[in-house]
């Protein structure tokens, strides 16, 4: 058995290339820094059962999640190891990726292992436009609103996920109504916004923010607001997921409902040209 460890948040093409002769993945459900440095936890790319559908996707015959303890966090490198051996009989290869440690500090290494008696292959970082790509990097691309560099370094669009909540029908008084999707992240790493969108049932625009020009309607939190080009199903769906096609323009303010509505049917018009 070949095994793939490693966090893997957003299944990148640099992860992709660990776990792609890998039979079994060791993930987690939550991410290290929640228990290190708490103050310094990352938002995430995908929730824990959307990174496990990934990693099945890409081949992990089986997919192991666990969670990160304070526990786990203490343990000696060579009780992780002994634990590697228990829980993955006829284990031969240990895939990571080059920045991987594990252990109490962070001591734990693939040297560590080999010395241990494993087969440990370190896989290169892969690279975009010069540069590693990393779950940082596409956070950071999603954070200016570049969903086209963030899609490259994923290897697929980026998608945010979540149930449909009831809105204040503010949109379909505009003309233009919407699902209002409350992601199941919580909040995004993206940059608040209007984008060009795919979805299960057609494609769309959608605003990621807090429709400040309702004023006092205004969400009090970023709400995914998703206005199909064709007609929404009645009724909606208990949930969707809505894939970033294209950045459009920033969230803002409008003087008037009606700047606001030219504006919109301005989007949707970008949003079909995308097509």
Request: charged share 20%; net charge neutral.
């Amino acid at each position: 058995m070949n095994l793939a460890v490693g966090f893997f948040d957003g299944v990148h093409l640099g992860h992709q290339r660990i776990i792609e002769r890998a039979d079994a993945v060791l993930t987690f459900t939550n991410h290290p820094a929640t228990v290190y440095a708490p103050e310094r936890a990352p938002s995430l790319l995908m929730t824990t059962e959307e990174r496990i559908r990934a990693l099945a996707a890409d081949g992990a015959r089986r997919v192991e999640a666990r969670e990160f303890t304070s526990a786990l966090a203490a343990q000696q490198p060579s009780d992780f190891a002994d634990s590697l051996r228990r829980d993955f009989p006829g284990l031969d290869t240990v895939f990571c990726g080059a920045n991987w440690t594990f252990g109490a500090g962070g001591v734990g290494t693939p040297d560590f292992l080999r010395g241990m008696g494993f087969h440990v292959e370190v896989v290169p970082f892969e690279s975009w436009r010069g540069e590693r790509i990393s779950s940082t990097r596409i956070r950071a691309a999603l954070g200016e609103g570049d969903v086209a560099a963030a899609s490259a370094m994923l290897g697929r669009p980026y998608v945010a996920s979540g149930r449909i909540v009831q809105g204040k029908g503010a949109g379909r008084k505009l003309g233009f109504p919407t699902l209002n999707v409350a992601p199941a992240l919580g909040d995004l790493p993206l940059a608040r916004g209007v984008y060009a969108v795919d979805t299960p049932l057609g494609c769309g625009v959608a605003n990621w923010g807090v429709a400040p020009t309702m004023g006092d309607r205004a969400w009090p939190e970023p709400v995914l607001e998703v206005h199909l080009l064709s007609a929404p199903p009645e009724p909606p769906p208990a949930a969707l997921s809505v894939s970033f096609t294209a950045f459009i323009r920033p969230e803002r303010a409008f003087a008037t409902i009606e700047e606001l509505k030219t504006q919109i049917a301005s989007d949707c018009a970008t949003a079909r040209a995308q097509r």
